[in-house]
């Protein structure tokens, strides 16, 4: 993974007045916290519609490998997907997020004279985007700087998806399932669709990262 790569083409977002991406800009604090909830929403209705009760890596890195995967799928029709061996979770972060960023840095331009990228809102991959870049965190003074997604973010908090971490594959909880679902009904007709699209390849590729990973 030398610098020419797209893993170290990249962005991580910093924040900041001045380092504005296209999908995060803004800073209303007001549509910042629908925009939190949105991406929260679009995050819990993947996972169920996509995941559901087929059983998916422990580790958030892998299975934000999963989805991304299933993105790049639905945009391309390329379904040979490379599954990474003997590489650290962080460096497999940068690689899922170096694919996503190659495909769709461009996404509004693109949107435009392309006609695969019509099949997502500007809306719904804006939330993708943001979901999957990896972000700067400081914790509790300079010795505890991090840069992790959202979606590794929120798959490990607290309120944690899977149903446990003894093994590298399992489940993800019924309550994420059972949310998700509803907040799936709860979308536009359009982004419903977008979801189902993206779903439908999840289940295969999990079953590919599962085997790759259990070995």
Known sequence: MGKNSVIEKAPIYFGGEYEKLWFIGGDDEYKDHKRYEFDDNIMEALVAIGIGENRCPTEAQWTEF?????????????????????????????????????ILKNFPQDRETKKMYKKFSIEFICSIMRIFIISHHAV????????????????????????????????????????????????SKEIQESIKLISGFIPPILKEVNLAIKK
């Open 140 to 187: 509790d003074g300079p010795g505890r700087l991090y840069n992790q997604s959202y979606f590794i973010t929120r798959w490990t908090n607290w309120d944690h998806y899977p149903d446990w971490f003894n093994d590298k594959v399992g489940n993800v909880r019924l309550k994420h399932l059972q949310r998700g679902r509803e907040v799936f009904l709860s979308f």
């Open 66 to 102: 999963c989805i991304v995967n299933a993105v790049v799928v639905a945009l391309t029709g390329q379904t040979t997907i490379i599954v990474p061996k003997n590489i650290s979770l962080s460096d497999l972060e940068k690689y899922s997020w170096g694919k996503l960023w190659d």
